[in-house]
């Protein structure tokens, strides 16, 4: 009797949740506010949690921050924040493997660390059960992560490597130095990477004591953002983080607040960092105030004034100025004082003293020489821009308000939006006087002064009382719930041609914020007159750079005033990429028309364009990543210099920036620009069809190309195998890209066993076989993955991998690399292994449908391809019913590691003197 009193109750209870559930919260759980369509809660036991439903999307974003970073660690715990976000990837006894949990669930996932949080988050496709899965994993793993020294030991040699990645970068590694000078005593001059003694040494119980005191409920927020049923939501997280207890803060365990606060800057800091490298730097950086403080916003606008291209007071002053090839500012919105930094990268050659003193001077003629009412609402604008941009993403949103919530509160996201609305040409004026002085910077050398210029940095409000009665704005439009099935695709699709031959696909749909996404490509020429050096990349990168009706900056100026964002590049085949609202799309599409149509190609602008394409093919000689890859294209290459596939050398592509003339882009643009067959346009997202078939029509229906378009072939070949080495100077890290040709097109019978071949052999969230053994296993290489692909039309296949990894591991980072690839071959795949896959394979498929991007630009593909949404599930079908055996099969056929050819890129020369000192 009594067992079945009980049974009764619980069924009772579970046919009544949505009923009691509104009492069970207000005991359990607290609602703190709503604003804007966001809602706050707070558990007893500390949690906070965030609410942002929204139905349009066809996935959920869950986001864990806890409020612990760099500027928390002691000493000699330097990169532990992020030492111990790898390690809880490691999982719980309940969840032993998080890394494949997602990869099987068809998720996205990683985990960041900055100076004051670290997050986690994931992105699954929407339902009640992947909630209920993610919310349990993230409880579990919050109190449950097995922090165990073999574990360390194995993933310490990844984030070393990782390290190493970083000190490859010039303008990290300064940046790294400069706030470690611009600070004495401050955390946040500390780098979140940590330094090498402490990853190399931490001791696993000072891992496990950081983890026990910061991993708590009560000092963490979980953000849900994306399609959920809120309710239903807000009863999972109670379920499963309400069963952990607040923790006991007292004795180690106890938080304290950050008290440390650097004094006023007495005078000009300086460094120097001298390393191998291709160009030079200079890097500036002021003490401003945090991101809660009122002067924050007039800050960001300074720095957009100061270093927006091509407006900028700095752009104008060094890069027209042919001093520096490139220049930039950021203000970094932390929960603390913090700082605002100018850069200016300027080529090998030529005189950094000039670009320093010219970047200086820049910055202190401010005084005598204030922002414009112009410049002050640009910045404005634009900055604004991208708050509505990420307002209307609620996968993007989410993980921003996360980064608020670190500076403060996530309520500082909007507040800092309306304070943009405020900033006055007088607010610039007063911050620039204020905090960019000449003794509150770093940059150049010490100087001795009776009369110091020092700035009083106030600390951050209370964000509490600041925001004790903020209401927002309202809410904007949602969008609808979307089936990605290739019948609901296909039923809403609009087809059609322009009188010029261009094709034209269109799905109109509700989206948040009646967000438009489009997409033009425009194939030009022939085999024939497509030979020899042509000017088609440069005539493309000058396309936003001046029209007869804009020049540069007020073609970026009337994007942002249309809240909207427009890219445009390629070679022979030019894309043109745009998102917009349904307002202001037909401005869109004709600012896009203007500027594709009616290009000046000013010479300044080609020189100063010139100047920066051979900045960044000096940056890509010093990447390995990059040589690595240039290396291996080039051995592939099987085409003659003149023809349109030639991979040229360095020395080449140098020869050819230096020889372009403004003439050979005029004639390029009057011979192949235009629409017709093979232009394909796609567009997704809240508009009418009708207007959006008008309004190409009419801007675009009666341009054509001197030349048609004609496509050429590019037939199968398998060049000999090859090892090629490129020894690069002074590079703590390596790459590695291995490829073979296979003779097949995507219509090959094998080849959906081969693409889930590829997923299970490289691809998934940090959970493949190369994944398993040569990161997670072995810990040789921080990032490491492969694949097999192929073209649509030509049977022109290939297998690839990759991975970045110390020099002094390449040898055995290449033995593990064929001991997976034979092991692929000898012994297969299981059945549960290619379940498992197969499962969170055809998931991302799904979702790559679900999103708009991915799905305007598939639309597209399609249209090139005379291909339906039909064709795609009929792929996916073919993978659903694909066996163990038949996999296996598939990679016995195609995949044969005697004919990998694979580049190398690094500094092996050390590692071979110290072997032999050894």
Do not use: C
């Amino acid at each position: 009797m009594q067992s079945f009193a009980r049974t009764f109750v619980e069924l009772l209870l579970a046919l009544s949740l949505f009923t009691l559930l509104p009492l069970a919260q207000a005991a359990e759980i607290e609602h703190v506010t709503s604003v804007e369509g966001i809602s706050e809660y707070q558990l007893d036991n500390g949690l906070k949690v965030l609410l942002m439903p929204d139905a349009s999307r066809p996935t959920t974003t869950i986001n864990i921050t806890y409020f612990v970073g760099s500027k928390h660690e002691s000493y000699g715990e330097t990169g532990m924040a992020h030492l111990l976000e790898h390690m809880v990837f490691y999982g719980t006894e309940k969840h032993e493997d998080i890394k494949a949990e997602i990869s099987e669930r068809g998720g996205r996932a990683n985990g960041t660390t900055w100076y004051d949080r670290t997050n986690y988050f994931q992105t699954l496709p929407a339902g009640e059960e992947n909630l209920e899965w993610a919310l349990g994993m993230e409880a579990d793993r919050m109190v449950n992560s097995l922090i165990d020294g073999e574990d360390l030991e194995s993933e310490m040699t990844v984030v070393r490597n990782e390290f190493e990645i970083g000190e490859n970068s010039p303008f990290r590694v300064l940046m790294q130095r400069v706030m470690a000078t611009a600070y004495l005593w401050h955390g946040y001059g500390r780098s979140t990477i940590g330094a090498r003694s402490d990853i190399e040494n931490v001791p696993v119980e000072r891992l496990r004591d950081f983890y026990r005191r910061y991993y708590q409920p009560d000092n963490a927020i979980l953000i849900l953002s994306g399609n959920f049923e809120p309710e239903q939501a807000l009863a999972q997280v109670n379920e499963h983080f309400g069963a952990i207890p607040a923790p006991e803060r007292s004795g180690d365990m106890k938080l304290w607040p950050t008290y440390t606060r650097d004094p006023v800057q007495d005078g000009e800091r300086s460094v120097n960092v001298r390393r191998s490298g291709e160009f030079q730097m200079v890097l500036g950086a002021w003490h401003v105030p945090a991101a809660a403080h009122e002067d924050a916003a007039a800050v960001q606008v300074l720095s957009h004034v100061l270093g927006e291209a091509p407006s900028g007071r700095l752009h104008q002053a060094l890069v027209v100025e042919e001093l520096a090839s490139q220049v930039g500012t950021f203000a970094m919105s932390l929960g603390e004082p913090a700082l605002l930094m100018a850069f200016a990268q300027v080529d090998k050659d030529d005189d950094l003293a000039a670009a320093r003193n010219a970047l200086v001077e820049t910055i202190d003629a401010l005084e005598d020489n204030p922002p414009t009412e112009t410049e002050v609402q640009r910045a404005v604008n634009a900055l604004k821009r991208n708050v509505e941009v990420t307002l209307n993403d609620s996968n993007r949103v989410g993980i921003q308000l996360s980064e608020w919530a670190a500076a403060g509160d996530w309520r500082l996201m909007l507040l800092n939006r309306d304070r943009l609305d405020q900033v006055t040409v007088d607010d610039v004026v007063r911050v620039a006087n204020t905090y960019l002085t000449r003794d509150n910077r770093t940059i150049g050398q010490f100087i001795p002064e009776d009369e110091p210029q020092r700035a009083e940095i106030p600390d951050a409000p209370d964000a509490e009382k600041l925001l004790a009665d903020y209401q927002g704005r309202e809410g904007r439009s949602e969008g609808e719930s979307f089936d990605p099935s290739a019948e609901n695709i296909e039923e809403r699709l609009v087809r059609f041609e322009l009188s010029n031959g261009a094709e034209v696909v269109l799905m109109p749909k509700e989206t948040r914020g009646d967000r438009v996404q489009g997409q033009i490509t425009m194939r030009m020429g022939t085999l024939e007159t497509l030979r020899g050096p042509k000017p088609s990349g440069t005539t493309a990168s000058m396309l936003m750079r001046g029209s007869e009706q804009y020049d540069r900056q007020a073609i970026r100026d009337r994007v942002s005033e249309l809240q909207s964002t427009l890219r445009i590049g390629g070679n022979s085949d030019l894309s043109a990429s745009m998102e917009s609202t349904r307002g202001n799309l037909g401005e869109l599409l004709a600012l896009t028309a203007e500027v594709l149509r009616n290009p000046t190609f000013e010479a300044s602008e080609l020189e100063e364009l010139r100047r920066q394409q051979l900045t960044r093919l000096d940056q890509a000689q010093d990447d390995p990543m990059s040589v690595a890859s240039h290396k291996l294209r080039r051995h592939a290459n099987q085409y003659p210099p003149d023809h349109p596939e030639y991979t040229a050398s360095y020395e080449e592509v140098e020869a050819r920036i230096k020889a372009v003339e403004r003439q050979q882009l005029v004639d390029f643009h009057a011979r192949f620009y235009g629409f017709g067959p093979g232009t394909t346009i796609s567009f997704v997202g809240d508009f009418d069809a009708e207007e959006v078939k008008d309004a190409l029509e009419s801007l675009f229906g009666d341009w054509t190309p001197e030349i048609a378009y004609e496509r050429y072939e590019r037939p199968y070949f398998q060049p000999e195998p090859a090892v090629l080495e490129a020894q690069l100077d002074d590079k703590a890290n390596a790459g590695l890209l291995a490829t073979h040709a296979i003779r097949m097109n995507d219509e090959h019978p094998d080849y959906p066993a081969l693409k889930l071949a590829g997923h299970l052999l490289g691809g998934g969230f940090l959970s493949s076989r190369l994944d398993d053994r040569i990161r997670n296993e072995e810990g040789l290489s921080y990032g490491v993955g492969g694949t097999f692909n192929a073209d649509s039309i030509d049977e022109n296949g290939s297998f690839y991998a990759y991975a970045m990894y110390a020099p002094e591991n390449r040898e055995r980072l290449i033995e593990v690399l064929f001991e997976v690839l034979n092991d692929a071959i000898d012994n297969g795949f299981d059945e549960a292994e290619v379940a498992e896959g197969r499962r969170g394979y055809l998931q991302q498929l799904e979702l790559a449908r679900s999103n708009d991007g991915q799905l305007m630009s598939m639309l597209n593909s399609n249209l090139y391809l005379d291909r339906d949404m039909f064709h795609q599930a009929e792929f996916e079908q073919k993978v659903s019913e694909l066996s163990a055996e038949e996999v296996s099969q598939a990679v016995r056929e195609h995949l044969d590691p005697e004919k990998l050819s694979y580049a190398v890129a690094g500094d092996f020369e050390q590692d071979s003197e110290e072997e032999a000192q050894e």
